[in-house]
């Protein structure tokens, strides 16, 4: 062989081999987690969200969903569920017919449904738009009190820090009342319709930490929260059964009815509260409080997951799930070139450029 082309291989094979060598497996849990979304302030765009792509429970800075009215005009807090709809009666027995128009296309006449604005179908119209509508759950949140008694506001908090982890699912939250400082872990059941928390603070100590669950009247608008509390007349609530550590709830409109069920591991009681509202209320003994709420259209024979058993499915589920999204990820500039890179991760990741909530993964389906 001429002495050029032996040289020259053993020069690329003298480099391939280091190159080859060097190469590192991919930290898959290092790809996703630098795409965590970090807040530390209040900005009603910025309500996160838990779930699992079935059931989403959107919360606000103290990691619940405590000041709903702060973030109506922004991305609101809701709980909704892919079985949660709800009608009103149709008491005019208003017909499909009546929003229908015909219109002429390739020579024949065509019926369509539209906005009819004539007397009498306008109101069908109106009616059949609005129904059926998405059900917002419930709200659950913190009742938080002053050192003078007083509710707390939004604007009491400080020190605020909260952190979505796209890896896990789990949000974190971190502030302070009145130099109290306060430390939250929310999760999402992959396989279940619940919401988990973890909260520790001496607030509990102080009886000055509740956590309460009130359950809206639909509005059935298009531009608004989609909750009503100014009908308590017009739904029922109450406290069906209530054992040792748990609680079922049951929740009435019209013919609509769905239940509640919480848990909670530490010495706590529950009792309703204001109309429509029930209250879960922590021993002083100790200064942590872990609990879940589940939602169903209707009674389950076994109690909602537990905090621990909730935050393990979380974890063990989404960190499955985040391996196909590092490989995504690592894909995306190499599938739609580098001036698509931020539409790729948006499509895929948890980043904080997009807001791309962590209910957005599809999961297998569990009996209701």
């Given amino acids: 062989m001429h002495p050029l082309p032996k040289l020259l291989l053993s020069l690329l094979t003298g480099v391939s081999l280091p190159l080859v060598a060097q190469q590192k497996p991919i930290d898959r849990q290092a790809l996703v987690e630098r795409h965590r979304v970090i807040i530390t302030n209040t900005d009603t765009l910025s309500s996160l969200s838990v779930g699992n792509g079935a059931f989403a ?6 990691g619940l969903q405590t000041f709903p009215t702060y973030y109506e005009k922004g991305v609101p807090l809701g709980t909704q569920s892919e079985w949660g709809w709800h009608s009103f009666p149709n ?14 296309l390739n020579g024949r006449k065509v019926p369509y449904a539209v906005q009819v604005k004539t007397p009498g179908n306008k109101e069908a119209v109106d009616f059949l738009r609005a129904n059926p509508h998405r059900l917002q759950l419930g709200n659950l949140g913190f009742v938080l009190l002053k050192k003078n008694g007083q509710e707390a506001t939004i604007k009491d908090l400080r020190d605020i820090r909260q952190e979505l982890n796209p890896w896990t699912g789990e ?17 999402g059941h992959q396989e279940q319709d619940a919401v988990a928390a ?14 309460a669950l009130r359950f809206p009247f639909p509005t059935a608008g298009w531009a608004d929260m989609g909750t009503d509390y100014s009908k308590p007349d017009q739904h029922k609530s109450a406290i069906a059964e209530q054992k040792k550590g748990t609680a079922l709830i049951s929740h009435q409109l019209d013919t609509t ?15 309703a509260g204001k109309a429509h509202e029930f209250v879960l209320t922590p021993g002083k003994s100790e200064k942590v409080l872990e609990f879940s709420c589940r ?10 997951p537990t905090f621990a058993a909730t935050r393990q499915n979380s974890q063990q589920q989404w960190g499955l799930f985040g391996g196909a999204e590092a490989l995504s990820i690592l894909a995306a500039p190499l599938i739609r070139g580098p001036r698509n890179w931020s539409a790729a ?20 389906r569990a009996s209701c």
């Fill in 57 to 62: 429970f959107t919360a606000d800075v103290t």
């Fill in 91 to 104: 008491t005019q027995g208003y017909k499909f017919e009546q929003s229908l128009r015909e219109v002429e």
């Fill in 171 to 187: 949000l974190k939250s971190h502030f302070t009342l009145e130099n109290v400082p306060v430390d939250v872990v929310t999760v």
């Fill in 198 to 211: 973890r909260v520790e603070s001496d607030l509990i100590k102080t009886g000055r930490l509740k956590v």
């Fill in 257 to 271: 009815k769905y239940y509640a069920a919480l848990s909670w591991a530490q010495s706590a009681t529950v009792a």
């Fill in 295 to 304: 939602f169903s259209p209707r009674p389950r024979p076994t109690a909602a």
């Fill in 345 to 364: 991760l948006c499509s895929r990741s948890t980043s904080p450029s997009c807001k791309a909530l962590a209910h957005s993964r599809p999961r297998k």
